[in-house]
């Protein structure tokens, strides 16, 4: 250099305060500083050591050059003025080597525009004048080295956002492909559940027509049986698994009469007391025989149980199992009722007035309910509908009394219902079963 700075009295040495040492106690960082004259080289040098700083010191900025190939610095400091590069020149070829670290040059001829022009184009970061206060050149080391750890804590997050979304993106694409499997599964299914649901049906149309061979009586019985089953199954008073149930229990029900003899069953339609004790033991039995073949056409247990039931009675006087009340299935307690209806034999109106004069005894007061209220075989008056004894609301008004089953007025016709009233009546049921129909007006 063709001039030395001049030194003042910051550069003596001087004891450290304890929270200046308790800030260095971090790892230090890293300086590299250029300057061809070895005095100020050492002040520089020990003037940042004081600080806590770990310092690597060069003469030559081609020396320079080769260190910063092998090593990263948070700050480089470099004189302007030296024999062998520039110090701007050597700052932006560091820049080239070593982007993130800050950049400080130190100069005592100030060319202005050159240093703010090189500020601004992010090759140094500050300037320093020659000569410099130790505050001065402390703070802007102190700087330097905060914008280096912000500048490399920024890029690793940047690397770890681009790293993420690189992870993101090859998640989505699994995602998105593991959906397109997922969907083309759940087609195959669908197309498999309709095939199914299909050979299912097939499987009983298949049974009917077998039934219809071996009695055309049974096989037209039964698709009527279908009809009502499916008409009641629309109720909310069954859940999914009791809707099933029903209905395939409509299909399959009489499947246990075939190959009984024909004559018995001629004997049964048109003289049944006539039959014998084994003969009615015969028949007293299709309904477990029913319920084992139709385990080959569908092995839940609730169908094969509501086959079973389907002759009990409610007052305990069915077959095969003498089973009363609720312990009867309560698809079975309506599919008995429709088949009641549908085997009777006699015409619509005579057969209806079978069924309520039985309500109470053979049936479920509520399953003879919901059958008149869901086939529409009644006509009813156009301000009148049917209802089941759990539609009862406050407000309904009664378009026929209720009586109890000795002929006692419970509620007269064309009284409104209250909460209290209700209660009443289902509590009243609760002991003695409320048998006849339930009419209101709209």
């Not at 890293?30 to 520089?44: C, F, G, K, M, R």
């Not at 005592?108 to 050159?114: D, E, K, N, S």
Request: charged share 25%; aromatic share 6%.
């Amino acid at each position: 250099m063709t001039a030395s700075p001049a030194f003042s009295p910051e550069f003596a040495p001087a004891t450290r305060p304890p929270d200046e040492l308790n800030a260095s106690a971090t790892v230090p960082a890293t300086i590299l500083i250029v300057d061809d004259e070895p005095i100020v080289l050492n002040a520089l040098k020990f003037t940042l050591e004081r600080e806590g700083f770990h310092i690597v010191a060069v003469t030559s900025p081609l020396k320079a050059l080769s260190i910063l190939q092998e090593r990263d610095f948070a700050v480089i400091i470099s004189d302007q003025r030296m024999p062998e590069m520039m110090g701007l020149d050597f700052l932006i070829e560091s820049r080239r080597i070593r982007p993130k670290s800050s950049r400080i040059l130190i100069t005592a001829v100030l060319a202005l525009p050159t240093i703010v022009d090189a500020i601004n184009k992010g090759e140094i970061f500050r300037f320093v004048a020659k000569p410099w206060l130790r505050e001065e050149l402390v703070a802007t080391v102190r700087n330097a080295v905060q914008r280096h750890e912000l500048v490399t804590h920024n890029d690793a997050l940047q690397a770890e956002t681009q790293r993420l979304n690189h992870q993101l993106r090859e998640a989505n694409e699994a995602l998105q492909a593991r959906v397109g499997d997922l969907e083309k599964q759940r087609q195959r299914l669908d197309a498999a559940n309709h095939e199914l649901a299909a050979s299912y049906e097939n499987s009983l149309e298949l049974c009917r027509r077998i039934l219809t061979t071996y009695d055309p009586i049974l096989g037209g019985q039964a698709k009527t049986l279908v009809e009502f089953a499916t008409q009641m199954s629309t109720s909310d008073t069954f859940n999914d698994d009791e809707r099933h149930a029903l209905r395939t229990a409509a299909w399959l029900c009489d499947l246990g009469l075939i190959g009984m003899p024909r004559e018995m069953m001629r004997a049964f339609r048109t003289k049944p007391d006539q039959l014998t004790e084994r003969e009615r033991g015969m028949l007293h039995g299709h309904p477990i025989y029913g319920q084992t073949l139709a385990a080959l056409v569908d092995s839940r247990a609730d169908v094969g149980e509501v086959i079973r039931a389907h002759h009990e009675r409610y007052d305990g006087r069915g077959y095969p199992d003498g089973l009363a009340g609720e312990a009867i299935p309560w698809a079975a307690r309506c599919l008995a009722v429709a088949v009641a209806f549908v085997e009777s034999g006699l015409s619509k109106t005579a057969a209806i007035d079978s069924i309520l004069s039985r309500s109470g005894n053979d049936f479920d007061p509520e399953a003879v309910r919901l059958f008149l209220k869901v086939s529409n075989l009644v006509q009813l008056p156009k301000q009148v509908r049917e209802i089941m004894l759990n539609e009862l609301e406050p407000g309904m008004v009664l378009a026929n009394g209720i009586y109890s089953p000795h002929g006692l007025l419970l509620i007269g016709e064309g009284q409104a219902l209250s909460p209290g009233t209700i209660a009443k009546i289902r509590n009243h049921n609760q002991v003695t079963p409320i048998s006849q129909r339930l009419l209101v007006y709209l």
